[in-house]
């Protein structure tokens, strides 16, 4: 028995230990002495024989698969540390994200919404929209009006929209922009080479935008920051804004933090009086 198997051992008892019955849905029972699952519980809820966990737990079991070590994950409601904990436990590394998180947590959604003054969005890692606050709804447009894949900042950077004299939101800082975002999604498309969605993004910007092919071309991976750029918004006119950002790196999504400029507080109160709303439309 070496130090890891003891480790690995007492790690498993201390999450089965912590999780009762009624959290996997199972009856409780009478006399029940264990803390929270019994062994054989764990077992049949990660489909593996009882006698095995049992010795997984003494520390006498041979190394688990990576196989079982995604069911004892899932039966023992392991939190993604967790799970890479367990695996590099058990001398299994812990196999990367097929693809990129889209899931947004709480404590960032609740973030954002205690920006009042800042406008503030969440990029997944092929620029998708993915949260944001009502006031980059009202500096950028109403995201929760789009489908899914029009809220993709790369798309609407690179495809032919623009031609239709229309430039993101009428920033500043278009082509540093574009090039910023071009060597984030090399390194994207490096992270999750196997991840359909990304495949499929990469060929159609390529394939279809020969800005973006140019760019990919250069095989350049590191961005510089902007830290501050300038809106054009069809109701107050131009806002110059501070860009923050701050890295979610277990999700490897980023949050865009926008706050005004000398100069721009104004407009910034007044967009969020004006919300989503397009005075600028007759109505």
Same mark, same amino acid.
């Given at each position: 028995?070496?130090?890891?198997?003891?480790?690995?051992?007492?790690?498993?008892?201390?999450?089965?230990?912590?999780?009762?019955?009624?959290?996997?849905?199972?009856?409780?029972?009478?006399?029940?002495?264990?803390?929270?699952?019994?062994?054989?519980?764990?077992?049949?809820?990660?489909?593996?024989?009882?006698?095995?966990?049992?010795?997984?737990?003494?520390?006498?079991?041979?190394?688990?698969?990576?196989?079982?070590?995604?069911?004892?994950?899932?039966?023992?409601?392991?939190?993604?540390?967790?799970?890479?904990?367990?695996?590099?436990?058990?001398?299994?590394?812990?196999?990367?994200?097929?693809?990129?998180?889209?899931?947004?947590?709480?404590?960032?959604?609740?973030?954002?919404?205690?920006?009042?003054?800042?406008?503030?969005?969440?990029?997944?890692?092929?620029?998708?929209?993915?949260?944001?606050?009502?006031?980059?709804?009202?500096?950028?447009?109403?995201?929760?009006?789009?489908?899914? #894949? *029009?809220?993709?900042?790369?798309?609407? @950077?690179?495809? &032919?929209?623009? $031609? =239709?004299?229309?430039? +993101?939101?009428? !920033?500043?800082?278009?082509?540093?922009?574009?090039?910023?975002?071009?060597?984030?999604?090399?390194?994207?498309?490096?992270?999750?080479?196997?991840?359909?969605?990304?495949?499929?993004?990469?060929?159609?910007?390529?394939?279809?935008?020969?800005?973006?092919?140019?760019?990919?071309?250069?095989?350049?991976?590191?961005?510089?920051?902007?830290?501050?750029?300038?809106?054009?918004?069809?109701?107050?006119?131009?806002?110059?804004?501070?860009?923050?950002?701050?890295?979610?790196?277990? #999700? *490897?999504?980023?949050?865009?933090?926008? @706050?005004?400029? &000398?100069?721009? $507080? =104004?407009?910034?109160? +007044?967009?969020? !009086?004006?919300?989503?709303?397009?005075?600028?439309?007759?109505?």
């Amino acid at each position: 028995m070496n130090r890891q198997e003891r480790e690995l051992a007492g790690f498993l008892r201390s999450r089965r230990e912590r999780i009762t019955p009624a959290d996997v849905g199972l009856p409780a029972g009478p006399r029940r002495r264990t803390p929270g699952l019994r062994r054989e519980e764990v077992a049949q809820l990660a489909y593996i024989s009882t006698e095995y966990y049992t010795r997984l737990e003494q520390a006498r079991a041979p190394h688990p698969s990576r196989e079982v070590l995604a069911q004892l994950a899932r039966a023992l409601r392991l939190t993604d540390p967790e799970r890479d904990h367990l695996h590099h436990l058990a001398g299994v590394p812990p196999a990367p994200p097929r693809g990129p998180s889209r899931e947004v947590r709480q404590s960032i959604v609740d973030l954002l919404d205690r920006l009042p003054e800042a406008a503030a969005i969440v990029l997944s890692a092929t620029y998708e929209v993915i949260a944001w606050n009502d006031l980059a709804a009202a500096l950028m447009e109403d995201f929760s009006l789009l489908p899914r #894949r *029009d809220r993709n900042l790369a798309r609407r @950077t690179f495809l &032919p929209h623009r $031609e =239709e004299g229309c430039s +993101l939101y009428g !920033v500043s800082d278009t082509e540093e922009f574009s090039r910023t975002m071009a060597q984030h999604l090399r390194t994207t498309a490096a992270r999750y080479p196997d991840d359909p969605e990304v495949k499929s993004l990469m060929t159609e910007l390529r394939t279809r935008s020969p800005e973006f092919a140019e760019l990919w071309a250069t095989h350049d991976i590191s961005a510089r920051p902007t830290l501050c750029k300038t809106f054009q918004h069809p109701v107050v006119g131009f806002v110059a804004v501070h860009c923050d950002v701050l890295d979610i790196t277990d #999700r *490897d999504q980023r949050v865009f933090i926008y @706050t005004a400029a &000398p100069g721009s $507080e =104004e407009a910034m109160r +007044l967009l969020s !009086v004006v919300g989503t709303q397009r005075m600028d439309v007759p109505g």
